[in-house]
């Protein structure tokens, strides 16, 4: 089993090496069928510290798990990818394979929205993406009702007769 981090841990790891900042346990969960949330067995197994204004995450050990290329600090992590904001641009990361990339750091805004569905935000318009930047909808919406962990959801954009309403697919990205 691995080392649990907890936030008082974390302060402490920050003032024995010398950190700017830390932030709290990467939290991580796997997204069960129904939408509900399971904490994995590697969640809180690091955190996030700040060195040279940059940020990065290190184990119970300081052994460095995530390097110091990122803005922020405080990340969760849905079904293995963690969402980190680098350059003023967020992505993701695969958590067990930290070289893949699952989204590329483009976005403004990137949200979990349902199991391998996540809402992308660009020039401020919204789209639905799965990982590998797949995208599931144009970046045509003005929005997207939090989903509790339904597969359909609401959502609202313009068009050229006004204002459209209705619900879509998180899965498929087909409006219904």
Same mark, same amino acid.
């Given at each position: 089993?691995?080392?649990?981090?907890?936030?008082? #841990?974390?302060?402490?790891?920050?003032?024995?090496? &010398?950190?700017? +900042?830390? &932030?709290?346990?990467? !939290?991580?969960?796997?997204?069960?069928?129904?939408?509900?949330? #399971?904490?994995?067995?590697?969640?809180?197994?690091?955190?996030?510290?700040?060195?040279?204004? $940059?940020?990065?995450?290190?184990? *119970?050990?300081?052994?460095?798990? =995530?390097?110091?290329?990122?803005?922020?600090? @405080?990340?969760?992590?849905?079904? +293995?990818?963690?969402?980190?904001?680098?350059?003023?641009? %967020?992505?993701?990361?695969?958590?067990?394979?930290? *070289?893949?990339?699952? @989204? %590329? @750091? $483009?976005?403004?805004?990137? @949200?979990?929205?349902?199991?391998?569905? /996540?809402?992308?935000?660009?020039?401020?318009?919204? !789209?639905?993406?799965?990982?590998?930047?797949?995208?599931?909808?144009? /970046?045509?919406? +003005?929005?997207?009702? #939090?989903?509790?962990?339904?597969?359909?959801?609401?959502?609202?954009?313009?068009?050229?007769?006004?204002?459209? #309403?209705?619900? =879509?697919?998180? %899965?498929? &990205?087909?409006?219904?």
């Amino acid at each position: 089993m691995m080392n649990k981090i907890t936030y008082q #841990e974390g302060e402490r790891l920050a003032a024995k090496y &010398g950190y700017e +900042d830390y &932030g709290e346990p990467l !939290a991580e969960y796997r997204v069960l069928s129904n939408g509900g949330l #399971e904490e994995t067995e590697t969640s809180c197994t690091m955190i996030s510290v700040r060195r040279n204004g $940059k940020c990065g995450w290190i184990d *119970a050990n300081n052994r460095m798990v =995530i390097p110091f290329e990122y803005d922020t600090l @405080f990340v969760t992590c849905y079904d +293995d990818i963690v969402l980190l904001k680098k350059n003023k641009k %967020e992505g993701g990361l695969y958590r067990h394979n930290l *070289a893949r990339v699952a @989204f %590329e @750091f $483009k976005y403004d805004y990137l @949200f979990h929205m349902y199991n391998m569905t /996540y809402m992308a935000v660009l020039n401020g318009k919204n !789209a639905l993406v799965k990982p590998g930047d797949v995208l599931l909808t144009e /970046y045509v919406y +003005d929005g997207f009702l #939090e989903n509790n962990g339904e597969r359909y959801t609401g959502y609202k954009k313009t068009t050229i007769w006004g204002v459209k #309403e209705g619900r =879509i697919d998180l %899965e498929t &990205g087909i409006e219904l």
